[in-house]
């Protein structure tokens, strides 16, 4: 059989049909392992699976003394890269730093049921190193949170988070210049939905062309947003209708000062936005539909496509040694993944005359 030819625009994302779930989620007990913060992906993920079915919470550090009767085992990545047990099954993990971490992540995916990405990339690469069962499960947000009443407007920019380095923190800092009237730094969770409804109009800049949690939350806020286009935000929303878009940094203050101009346009663009993301694009559409290709599609076993995955899925032994030794040698791999995969695809190919792309 020769190989799969796979394009990143043939990935579609795994959305909510409204179609009832009850049935499925009858009987079922759920147990949900993450480090608790109360800023991550899992506290809101975990927020709406109460709303659906009784759910008990497990740190990473307690996977010892997690018992085997539950219903299923949901594993959200905080980036602390660790083997899950092999005892503990059904069990399926939602990757939401891919674009950051997917040499580390590789790894942990191998001892999933079933694996969702948060990154349309993410699921192309693990496709293409040969894993079957990935789905894009996109971020999202929480009305309850994100979504607040309107309030007056008394910043020109909103930016919630860290400056990071490089294009975006020079570009941060150029927007606190020419718009003193703005908040452009970190917040609590809750203080941010605050600055957004505030803010005339909404600021991102991915760090590694991600669909981010901003992007969500902010329109979720009722306020503008301004975004790079990044990889998949045309899946889901209309440009200039939910949302204005640049492309290189020097476009941004001249696009800022537009839209700043023109008040009306400001608020249809916030308002479309919002009642969007409020309706398809909330963390209990994406439980629902996780939890519905959860319990309608997992087999009796998981098995890659890739010879070299199969072997790594029975040896949690290497897979320990590798993250190890990928902690010990790469130490900044965050910052660009691509330079690690050659390491690690040369190494084993030394070892076993095979790529991991071989499939």
Known sequence: ?????????????????????????????????????????????????????????????????????????????????????????????????????????????????????????????????????????????????????????TYDIGFVGKPGFGERKKTLLNLKKLFPSSYIS?????????????????????????????????MCSGSALLTDRVDGLDEFFEENKHFWGYDVSHEIPDKIHFLLSDPNRLHELGKAASALVRECHTYDNRARAMLKKTFTSLSPSFTPHSKILQFLSRSPAIQHLLLNKLVNLILLSWIDWGMTMPRITNKLKALTGRSLYDY
């Open 1 to 153: 059989m020769g190989k799969e030819v796979l394009s990143k625009v043939e990935i579609k994302p795994l959305l909510d049909d409204r179609s009832s779930i009850d049935n499925l989620l009858l009987g079922k007990k759920i147990a949900l392992i993450y480090e608790p913060t109360t800023t991550n992906t899992a506290f809101y993920l975990k927020n709406a699976l109460e709303r659906l079915c009784p759910v008990t919470l497990f740190n990473p550090h307690e996977l010892d003394d997690v018992p085997n009767n539950f219903s299923l085992y949901i594993v959200v990545d905080d980036s602390s890269h660790y083997i899950f047990p092999e005892h503990l099954r059904p069990a399926i993990c939602w990757l939401v730093d891919t674009h950051l971490t997917l040499s580390f992540d590789w790894i942990m995916a191998l001892n999933f049921d079933i694996i969702f990405c948060a990154q349309r990339d993410g699921v192309f690469h693990l496709k293409k190193l040969g894993f079957k069962n990935v789905y894009w499960l996109p971020l999202a947000c929480d009305p309850e949170i994100h979504g607040g009443p309107p309030l007056s407007k």
């Open 186 to 218: 970190t917040a609590d969770y809750k203080d941010m939905a605050k600055i957004y409804a505030q803010s005339k109009l909404i600021f991102n800049m991915s760090i590694r062309h991600d669909l981010n949690m901003r992007i969500f939350e902010g």
